[in-house]
């Protein structure tokens, strides 16, 4: 299994922001490890100073629970199974998209959170990052979109 080191993380940053840039956006991007402690950041120029929290904790909900954080929004509606998880954890948990895990051997071990754009914006900017770190583990092009809540192995 691979560590998330820094220099990995710092590949990955520039991945996500080349990406980024491809797509004229100025975004907040963090990268945390598997106890979802930051290990990289990056504020592009002109990004916006609110986007730095949102980054961060976009990567901490992605490895605290185990999925990409776009996934939440949905159950999150009124209404819906998880309603009113994003008031828990003192409003750390974000349910908007941009927010995912890396994943080595169905284990997490650390994630990506990406502020700057719309939702689907920010997911296609992590995407960029994941994919990299797929390379790295030699597994080629598989962009993690989707898995069910309470499911910790579907990432694809």
């Known amino acids: 299994m691979i560590k998330l080191t820094l220099d990995i993380a710092k590949q990955l940053l520039t991945v996500a922001e080349h ?12 990268i945390v490890d598997e106890g979802a402690n930051l ?34 929004a949905q159950s999150a509606l009124p209404g819906g199974p998880s309603f009113g998880i994003n008031t828990t954890n003192h409003g750390r948990l974000v349910i908007l998209g941009g927010g995912i895990p890396f994943v080595s051997k169905n284990k997490v071990i650390g994630g990506i959170g990406v502020s700057g754009g ?39």
């Open 19 to 30: 990406k980024a840039r491809q797509m004229g956006l100025s975004s907040d991007i963090a």
């Open 118 to 156: 719309t939702s689907a914006q920010d997911i296609e900017v992590a995407n960029a990052a994941v994919q990299a770190f797929m390379s790295l583990l030699g597994v080629g092009d598989a962009a993690i979109t989707n898995a069910r809540i309470g499911s910790s192995h579907s990432y694809r």
């Open 39 to 72: 290990i990289a950041f990056n504020r592009m120029d002109n990004a916006r100073i609110a986007g730095i929290d949102i980054s961060q904790n976009k990567a901490w909900t992605s490895v605290a629970m185990q999925m990409p954080t776009a996934n939440l």
